[in-house]
């Protein structure tokens, strides 16, 4: 129901401020951008993220078939069973729900989003066979996706690739405060997932693969930071990619081991990857459209100016809030706040305050409205619950502590 309420308010605020500008400013082009801006939107999420998912989804569903059928996330399942049981008590210990959401984790962990979105959407499916109300988002499903968009990255190769390209002296330089914000980020999304579905985190297993998980990130960063930036992009290119393809080449002997015809397998998956591709289009149109519709209309900079003459009330020093446009922008688009970030690091520098904080909130998490679009559109929910309050909220908290 909150879906509902959301995607109409972009609506309904997005005329309102239209009809303002026009009333009041004289605007009489205002109208004319919010329209065109419909179809451009409408346009975006077909061409431009439907069915290029097409492609990348029909390979990694067909090499998860072959997984399946050769019981490499069974393995996968019964491996992070314990853990995921607690987090995940409606799901089965071997269930391969369990191996498929470790391997969207583990993709999102080294930033490798093309093949994280795949696993997370068989995952999701998997998760849907589980759920005795398919119309309404289970809580297994609601903890799976508010974990997914805390976007839990060690890496934000992207980010530092555009510091560089824009000048920055070292665009290395948020690289630990990108992962102890999305770190944070996460903590805070299991935590509040957990008191809200009363599940105890206070237990030795729970606690114990924490730990690893936390070791294994300040290793990475104390491996990395105070390296030469080229040296930190190579490093995680090449390790991230390495990794990747030693998942496809592991999942493809496991699949020769146990005698798994291989091709008829792999076709037999990869069908469902364009018939997923084409359920979520009218999802990702209404959510995209309405997200366009706000942005377009100047919401989003009414919004902004209005915290900016509140904060300045107060007294509190207000340089920060002209990052604030890629931190309220981020849940909504992530191509919208990436093209405000680099915006503002051009205006104001990359090196400056402004310049550093846009790039700390821009990795900070993911696009909440899209995800919860995609993912829940993916197996036809209609009821998110409390999936989105409570993935802004996480959201709030990750981004306020990078400012800190």
Sequence with gaps: MALNYIWVAFFVIAFFVALAK???LGDTEIFKILVEGLFDSSKTAVMDIALPLAGVMTFFLGLLNIAEKAGVINVIARLIGPFFHKLFPEVPRNHPANGQMIMNFSANLLGLDNAATPFGLKAMQSLQELNPNKDEASNAQIMFAVLHTSGLTVIPLSIMAQRAILG????ADIFIPCVIGTYVTTVVALTAVALRQRISLLNPTVLGWLGV???FIALALWALSGRPKEEVETISKVVGNLILMVIILGFLLGGLY???PLFETFVEGAKGGFETSVRIIPYLVGMLVAIGAFRNAGAMTFLVDGLKYVIGLTGVNTDFTDALPVALMKPLSGSGARALMIDAMKQFGPDSFV?????IFQGSADTTFYIVALYFGSVGIKNSR????LCLF??????KAEWN
Aim: hydrophobic share 45%; glycine share 10%.
């Design 22 to 24: 026009l009333i009041f």
């Design 168 to 171: 920055a002296q070292t665009p």
């Design 213 to 215: 998980i936390t070791g």
């Design 258 to 260: 146990k005698k798994v």
């Design 355 to 359: 310049g550093r904080l846009v790039c």
């Design 386 to 389: 409390y999936t989105i309050p």
């Design 394 to 399: 996480a959201d709030l908290i990750g981004e």
